[in-house]
C-alpha cells in the first residue's frame, strides 16, 4: 500500500480488511471525521502499540492478521485484564484505561482502531512506532 491518504471528512468507502492488511506503517490515519477516525496499524514481531490512555477517547480494535495479548486496567501499574487475541477478534477500549496490544505471534499484527472523537491530527502517518514516539503532537 503507498495510499497514506486521509479522507475525512469526505464521504468514503473502503474494502477495510484489504487496506488494513496491505498497511505497511505503524500508524496510518485513513479517515478523520469530526467525531470518529480510523486508523491503521501494523504491529511488528514482538512490538507492541506502546503502553496509553485516552482520557476523553473510546476505541474500538479489530485485528484482521496476527497474534496478540491485550493489557487494560486502571493505571499503567495496574493492568487487572489481559486476553489473548488474534485474528478476527475485536477490542473495546472505555475512555480513561490503560491499554496496550503486544504482537506475541511471528507475523505483524494488522489491525484497524476507530476512535471516538478522533485522537490523531488529520494525515498522521508513523511508519515506525519511533516516528510516533518522536511526533511532538502524540500523547
Given at each position: 500500500?503507498?495510499?497514506?491518504?486521509?479522507?475525512?471528512?469526505?464521504?468514503?468507502v473502503v474494502?477495510?480488511?484489504?487496506?488494513?492488511?496491505?498497511?505497511?506503517?505503524?500508524?496510518?490515519?485513513?479517515?478523520?471525521?469530526?467525531?470518529?477516525?480510523?486508523?491503521?496499524?501494523?504491529?511488528?514481531?514482538?512490538?507492541?502499540?506502546?503502553?496509553?490512555?485516552?482520557?476523553t477517547h473510546?476505541?474500538?480494535?479489530?485485528?484482521?492478521?496476527?497474534?496478540?495479548?491485550?493489557?487494560?486496567?486502571?493505571?499503567?501499574?495496574?493492568l487487572n485484564?489481559?486476553?489473548?487475541?488474534?485474528?478476527?477478534?475485536?477490542?473495546?477500549?472505555?475512555?480513561?484505561?490503560?491499554?496496550?496490544?503486544?504482537?506475541?505471534?511471528?507475523?505483524?499484527?494488522?489491525?484497524?482502531?476507530?476512535?471516538?472523537?478522533?485522537?490523531?491530527?488529520?494525515?498522521?502517518?508513523?511508519?515506525?512506532?519511533?516516528?510516533?514516539?518522536?511526533?511532538?503532537?502524540?500523547?
Amino acid at each position: 500500500m503507498t495510499d497514506t491518504t486521509d479522507y475525512g471528512a469526505n464521504p468514503y468507502v473502503v474494502d477495510i480488511e484489504k487496506d488494513t492488511l496491505e498497511n505497511p506503517n505503524f500508524r496510518t490515519t485513513r479517515w478523520t471525521g469530526k467525531n470518529i477516525q480510523l486508523t491503521l496499524m501494523s504491529i511488528s514481531v514482538g512490538g507492541d502499540i506502546g503502553m496509553e490512555v485516552h482520557e476523553t477517547h473510546d476505541q474500538f480494535l479489530r485485528l484482521e492478521q496476527g497474534k496478540g495479548r491485550v493489557q487494560m486496567g486502571p493505571s499503567e501499574t495496574d493492568l487487572n485484564f489481559e486476553r489473548e487475541v488474534s485474528a478476527d477478534f475485536a477490542v473495546f477500549v472505555p475512555a480513561g484505561m490503560w491499554h496496550n496490544i503486544t504482537n506475541t505471534g511471528d507475523e505483524p499484527i494488522k489491525l484497524y482502531a476507530i476512535y471516538g472523537p478522533p485522537d490523531h491530527l488529520h494525515g498522521t502517518v508513523h511508519a515506525t512506532q519511533e516516528d510516533a514516539k518522536n511526533d511532538p503532537n502524540e500523547h
